[in-house]
């Protein structure tokens, strides 16, 4: 018998379908050993829910306590009585299999309701957009009603960490210029798991962010070097590969592709894949496939010739919604000598101590003013931007967009990825500053790793994580560093992809 689509299913499904491939179907020793951040993740999930429910006011039909059969049963029967809320429900229709946290009474019928520890939209403020990976999983549940004849209408609701209740409109297009609706995502994704489980659809592993906490990252990742993956060109992903795929399987194959062929005018033989993005591509591959290959720039890159540098990275939990770390280096002359480190640390999870760090680390980069600031990514100035939302007696929304005016705050990342070429899968800071020989001090050095230690602080108290959070942050720093001066010394090819 096969096994049902689930929630749990689609909501992976969404990120990478091997993964599904990989759950129902490859041996089990091949599972990397549980991530302690994914479990930090879980942890913090289920205590959210915990408190959520613990804290309702109105009535509520707890089936927590029971499990399968049995919790199925009990959803249907309360669901025939009428019961105005229910949680820890268990629904089922056909092969689907849900296990929605609320269901609730609306008219004659129920919608679902999922409880997230995390927001319940993403992107920004004026332009918010439900997750696709919550969406998904609430689709499943709205369709076991429907097929049961207990729905009461095409929609559902996420009770997320802040307190909101964020409607999930399944018939409504995303605007006037896409007429597609969250339905259609949902049963996209619904009919690619059936597929899967039925095995009329074979997925592949394809390199990406996501890749670095899934239990199965050593598995894929020796399978993406065994064929030589096209995903393994950086930026070219799995949608991109796919449409290649047919014709160009290998990075190797792309590396000795003759574009005459593929390119007529300014389009290719491959769809949503322009003549300059193809080149790119061709020119990355060389790179992966040559022995001994160098990076290199388009053009001379030049920086700001100021006596002062500042690297700056951020640390950020976004289960509590806190920035707790602002690091800085800080170098004289760009003589590395005179390098010190600084931080700002906020003592506890609270808004105050979050106000305080910020407050302190905004007071010392205007004590350093003039000066060149350092970072990767625009992470470090959406966060400041939503500090300074949340704290607007620290600065204004004027000071952050100047102090990272792009005459003297620069973001690597943008360089990197506009003007450089690399011999690596992807330009990561940790993947760029290592294969410049950068070494970070501890031993598993991430953002979500700086996370789960940032929690077992604030449970224990030892001043030894907290030493090893900062240790972590200013590696951060440092590599930033690193990569600067390298940068500005790579060799010009010109006439290369840019």
């Given at each position: 018998?096969?096994p049902p689509?689930?929630?749990?299913?689609?909501?992976?499904?969404?990120?990478?379908?091997?993964?599904?491939?990989m759950?129902?179907?490859?041996?089990?020793?091949?599972?990397?050993?549980p991530?302690?951040?994914v479990?930090?993740?879980?942890?913090?999930?289920?205590?959210?829910?915990?408190?959520?429910?613990?804290?309702?006011?109105?009535?509520?039909?707890?089936?927590g306590?029971?499990?399968?059969?049995?919790?199925?049963?009990?959803?249907?029967?309360?669901?025939?009585?009428?019961?105005?809320?229910?949680?820890?429900?268990?629904?089922?229709?056909d092969?689907?299999?849900?296990?929605?946290?609320?269901?609730?009474?609306?008219?004659?019928?129920?919608?679902?309701?999922n409880?997230?520890?995390?927001?319940?939209?993403?992107?920004?403020e004026?332009?918010?957009?439900?997750?696709?990976?919550?969406?998904?999983?609430?689709?499943?549940?709205?369709d076991i009603?429907?097929?049961?004849?207990?729905?009461?209408d095409?929609r559902?609701?996420?009770?997320?960490?802040?307190?909101?209740?964020?409607?999930?409109?399944?018939?409504?297009?995303?605007?006037?210029?896409?007429?597609r609706?969250?339905w259609?995502d949902y049963e996209?994704?619904?009919?690619?798991?059936?597929?899967?489980?039925?095995?009329?659809?074979?997925t592949l592993?394809?390199?990406?962010?996501?890749?670095?906490l899934?239990?199965?990252y050593?598995a894929?990742v020796k399978?993406?070097?065994?064929?030589?993956?096209?995903?393994?060109v950086?930026?070219?992903?799995r949608?991109?590969?796919d449409v290649?795929?047919?014709?160009?399987?290998?990075?190797?194959?792309?590396a000795?592709?003759?574009?005459?062929?593929?390119?007529?005018?300014?389009?290719?033989?491959?769809?949503?894949?322009?003549?300059?993005?193809?080149?790119?591509?061709?020119?990355?591959a060389?790179?992966?496939?040559?022995?001994?290959?160098?990076?290199?720039?388009?053009?001379?890159?030049l920086?700001?010739?100021?006596?002062?540098e500042?690297?700056?990275d951020?640390?950020?939990?976004?289960?509590?919604?806190?920035?707790?770390?602002?690091?800085?280096?800080e170098?004289?002359?760009?003589?590395?000598?005179?390098?010190?480190?600084a931080?700002s640390f906020?003592?506890?999870?609270?808004?105050?101590?979050?106000?305080?760090?910020?407050?302190?680390?905004?007071?010392?980069?205007?004590?350093?003013?003039?000066?060149?600031?350092y970072?990767?990514?625009?992470?470090?100035?959406?966060?400041?931007?939503?500090?300074?939302?949340?704290?607007?007696?620290?600065?204004?929304?004027?000071?952050?967009?100047?102090?990272?005016?792009?005459?003297?705050?620069i973001d690597?990342?943008?360089?990197?990825?506009k003007?450089?070429?690399?011999?690596?899968?992807?330009?990561?800071?940790?993947?760029?500053?290592k294969?410049?020989?950068?070494?970070?001090?501890?031993t598993?050095?991430?953002?979500?790793?700086?996370?789960?230690?940032?929690?077992?602080?604030?449970?224990?108290?030892?001043s030894?994580?907290?030493?090893?959070?900062?240790?972590?942050?200013?590696?951060?720093?440092?590599?930033?560093?690193?990569?600067?001066?390298?940068?500005?010394?790579?060799?010009v090819?010109?006439?290369?992809a840019?």
């Amino acid at each position: 018998m096969s096994p049902p689509v689930t929630a749990a299913m689609l909501y992976d499904l969404v990120a990478c379908p091997h993964r599904v491939t990989m759950d129902l179907y490859a041996n089990p020793a091949e599972r990397d050993k549980p991530n302690a951040f994914v479990e930090l993740l879980w942890e913090r999930g289920a205590l959210y829910e915990r408190e959520v429910i613990a804290g309702l006011r109105e009535p509520f039909v707890d089936l927590g306590p029971f499990a399968g059969d049995e919790k199925e049963r009990r959803t249907l029967e309360a669901m025939q009585r009428g019961e105005p809320l229910i949680y820890g429900a268990r629904i089922q229709a056909d092969d689907l299999l849900g296990d929605p946290d609320l269901l609730r009474k609306e008219g004659a019928g129920y919608i679902a309701g999922n409880i997230k520890s995390g927001s319940g939209e993403e992107g920004p403020e004026d332009n918010s957009k439900p997750k696709i990976h919550y969406a998904v999983q609430l689709g499943l549940y709205t369709d076991i009603l429907e097929r049961k004849g207990l729905s009461a209408d095409r929609r559902a609701f996420v009770w997320d960490v802040h307190g909101r209740e964020v409607p999930y409109e399944f018939r409504t297009p995303y605007g006037k210029r896409s007429p597609r609706t969250l339905w259609e995502d949902y049963e996209d994704a619904l009919h690619e798991a059936q597929a899967i489980i039925n095995r009329s659809e074979t997925t592949l592993p394809a390199f990406g962010a996501v890749c670095k906490l899934c239990h199965w990252y050593t598995a894929c990742v020796k399978r993406l070097k065994e064929t030589d993956d096209l995903t393994m060109v950086p930026e070219l992903g799995r949608s991109k590969r796919d449409v290649m795929y047919d014709r160009i399987p290998t990075v190797t194959e792309l590396a000795n592709a003759d574009l005459d062929i593929l390119v007529t005018g300014n389009k290719t033989v491959f769809s949503g894949i322009g003549p300059d993005t193809l080149q790119k591509f061709r020119e990355r591959a060389k790179l992966l496939s040559t022995k001994g290959a160098k990076p290199y720039s388009h053009a001379p890159i030049l920086f700001p010739n100021d006596d002062r540098e500042l690297f700056f990275d951020v640390e950020v939990d976004p289960m509590r919604d806190i920035c707790y770390l602002h690091g800085f280096v800080e170098r004289l002359r760009r003589d590395n000598t005179t390098e010190k480190f600084a931080s700002s640390f906020a003592e506890e999870p609270t808004l105050e101590a979050e106000k305080k760090a910020f407050a302190e680390a905004w007071a010392y980069i205007h004590q350093r003013r003039p000066c060149t600031i350092y970072y990767y990514s625009k992470y470090e100035r959406t966060i400041y931007r939503a500090l300074q939302k949340k704290y607007p007696d620290v600065c204004s929304a004027d000071n952050v967009e100047e102090l990272f005016d792009p005459a003297h705050a620069i973001d690597l990342y943008d360089v990197v990825r506009k003007a450089t070429e690399w011999p690596t899968w992807d330009f990561s800071i940790k993947t760029l500053a290592k294969y410049l020989g950068f070494s970070w001090r501890d031993t598993h050095p991430s953002g979500a790793a700086s996370i789960e230690w940032f929690h077992r602080w604030i449970e224990s108290g030892d001043s030894l994580i907290r030493q090893r959070i900062l240790d972590y942050n200013e590696d951060d720093c440092r590599a930033t560093r690193v990569l600067r001066d390298a940068l500005e010394t790579l060799p010009v090819i010109s006439g290369a992809a840019a």
